[in-house]
């Protein structure tokens, strides 16, 4: 399956937010991730639940 430009922005806009993510504590973001993440990103509370969830993954793999 080949991505279409819009759904190849999206992971690319994914990627960047989990990639913030992973590089900041989540004590200092100061609030509740996924409003967070909708305010800073623009993403739907889905996306934002994909990003957690990649930036949880990356954590791992840098341990």
Do not use: K, Y
């Amino acid at each position: 399956m080949t991505l279409t430009p819009p759904e190849h922005e999206h992971s690319a806009a994914i990627d960047v937010a989990a990639e913030w993510l992973s590089q900041h504590p989540r004590d200092r973001i100061g609030r509740p991730i996924i409003p967070a993440l909708r305010e800073r990103f623009g993403v739907t509370i889905a996306e934002a639940c994909e990003i957690c969830r990649e930036a949880n993954l990356r954590r791992q793999r840098a341990a």
